[in-house]
């Protein structure tokens, strides 16, 4: 079969369910399993330096409310999950570590599909696509705007 | 089904063959229909501006070794092909313009997954994902260097 493995990486924004049907949907016909990554960018990362403060509790704070939204995510999928991972770090080097690591056969990402406002967002589609270890597969969300 | 119709886009290269057996997967997998296109890229597109002797015999030349390449690439994947496409312009507009006409739901297309030469060759994969109409899965392909 053309994918025994895929992982979704998603943002936990509102349209991460659609970007989680297409991977469930793939998940259903290939019958791969699915596996979820959610990077949190560390606080250094998303602005550029060292923080002087201590950010601990923020990045625990953060965690917690990121597993708390895939369990809800994980509940609106109706494939089986086989795994869901929360990490740490710079987004698109966490995706391609866990993809080498659990040796998945593609990432299914989420893809703004635009120039402009996409490259203001960081374009995470385009990102995980350079030096991916595998095939990318980018669903096209159109953002409410 | 998650996709109903799918659009290959090939180089024609020696990787072609990978990149179609992706497809054609897929195309089964979904039961999907598969149109494959091929981009002759305009030579006053390659070479950023006009070229100053009559290049028609080159681009017909061109098109008939592409439509030679895709009739035995077509014989190499074994699923059934709906439609060939040849055309000419510029390689992602092309892409997108033939992806909205036929209204697919997933463009299918190789990835060298690399920063430093991806950019060098041109990075096709990344070009169709800015702008695309749809989903896009790029399929990883290790050149043989």
């Known amino acids: 079969?053309?994918?025994?493995?895929?992982?979704?990486?998603?943002?936990?924004?509102?349209?991460?369910?659609?970007?989680?049907?297409?991977?469930?949907?793939?998940?259903?016909?290939?019958?791969?399993?699915?596996?979820?990554?959610?990077?949190?960018?560390?606080?250094?990362?998303?602005?550029?330096?060292?923080?002087?403060?201590?950010?601990?509790?923020?990045?625990?704070?953060?965690?917690?409310?990121?597993?708390?939204?895939?369990?809800?995510?994980?509940?609106?999928i109706?494939?089986?999950?086989?795994?869901?991972c929360v990490t740490q770090g710079g987004i698109e080097s966490e995706i391609h570590r866990i993809a080498d690591e659990k040796d998945v056969d593609v990432i299914v990402v989420g893809s703004h599909g635009r120039h402009g406002l996409a490259l203001l967002l960081g374009s995470t589609a385009n990102g995980v696509l350079h030096g991916a270890p595998c095939d990318v597969l980018a669903v096209r969300v159109h953002r409410s705007e």
Do not use: C, F
């Open 1 to 76: 079969m053309l994918y025994k493995k895929i992982l979704l990486a998603i943002d936990l924004t509102d349209e991460s369910i659609k970007v989680a049907n297409k991977a469930a949907e793939l998940s259903k016909a290939m019958g791969a399993e699915l596996v979820i990554i959610h990077v949190i960018e560390a606080l250094n990362y998303a602005y550029g330096g060292d923080v002087p403060i201590d950010i601990t509790d923020i990045q625990n704070q953060l965690k917690e409310t990121a597993r708390e939204r895939m369990t809800v995510l994980e509940s609106q």
């Open 78 to 84: 109706d494939v089986p999950v086989k795994e869901t």
